[in-house]
């Protein structure tokens, strides 16, 4: 007999007084003050040589440890729309232990003016339960799924293993209050982009294969 999905531990919300969303949990903001899409473009697309690296291919998969408020993927799956050499297919796998509830994900939506409203209400809608495991999404006729892994590091590893080709090294993940890290067997292939404001995440990206908790991303692209 399978056992029930297990409900997990919500995300905290705070908000600055510059209206800046922050993670007191992990005493970071989700954001700079210069804005959210400000900020995905150039730390999550620019640093990871996006969308360069999925013009002509068939998939590409993007492997994101943090998913927070989601606009790492509004950002991308923007930016994807926006691409007439875009990949055939996109596909976007975060992994996050305590995700936020709907309602304050709509909220925090609604704190700076956003160029993409139309997709985040489109991810608000199919918002999953706040419950252990997989999640699948899927948007724009199914050519862009979302893999949502609520929980610790198993949920994250069993996203990675349905999303990723099967020529791809393994993923395995470990995870801390101050850092996130990603370790496939070959880096050949892979690239990372980190945002952080807490002193103690930056300090930990000097160490290899180290991130920060809120935003990581490991990518790799399907010819």
């Known amino acids: ?15 600055l007084p510059d209206g800046t969303p922050c993670a007191p949990d ?7 003050t210069a804005g959210a899409f400000a900020q995905a473009r150039h730390v999550f697309l620019s640093g990871n040589g996006l969308p360069a690296r999925w ?19 509004i950002a991308t799956w923007d930016a994807w729309r926006r691409d007439p050499h875009r990949s055939q297919r996109l596909c976007f796998v975060s992994a996050e232990p305590h995700p936020l509830r709907g309602s304050d ?10 160029p993409a ?17 997989l999640h699948r999404l899927s948007f724009d006729d199914g050519r862009v799924e979302l893999l949502l892994a609520w929980g610790d590091a198993r949920a994250m590893a069993q996203a990675g293993a349905e999303a990723r080709p099967q020529e791809s090294p ?17 880096a050949a292939s892979m690239r990372q982009a980190a945002f952080s404001g807490s002193t103690t ?23």
């Open 170 to 186: 393994p993923i395995t993940v470990s995870r801390s209050p101050g850092n996130c890290a990603m370790r496939p067997c070959s």
């Open 117 to 133: 409203a139309d997709l985040c209400a489109a991810l608000q809608a199919q918002w999953p339960p706040l419950t252990t495991g």
């Open 1 to 15: 007999m399978s056992r029930a999905p297990e409900p997990i531990s919500p995300a905290r919300v705070d908000v």
């Open 105 to 114: 994900l709509a909220r925090a939506h609604t704190l700076h003016p956003l």
């Open 26 to 32: 992990y005493g970071d903001v989700y954001h700079t």
């Open 55 to 73: 013009q002509g291919r068939d998939r590409f998969v993007v492997v994101e440890t943090g998913f927070g408020l989601g606009l790492n993927f």
């Open 201 to 223: 995440t930056r300090r930990g990206l000097a160490a290899p294969q180290r991130a920060s908790s809120l935003q990581t991303a490991v990518i790799f692209g399907v010819a």
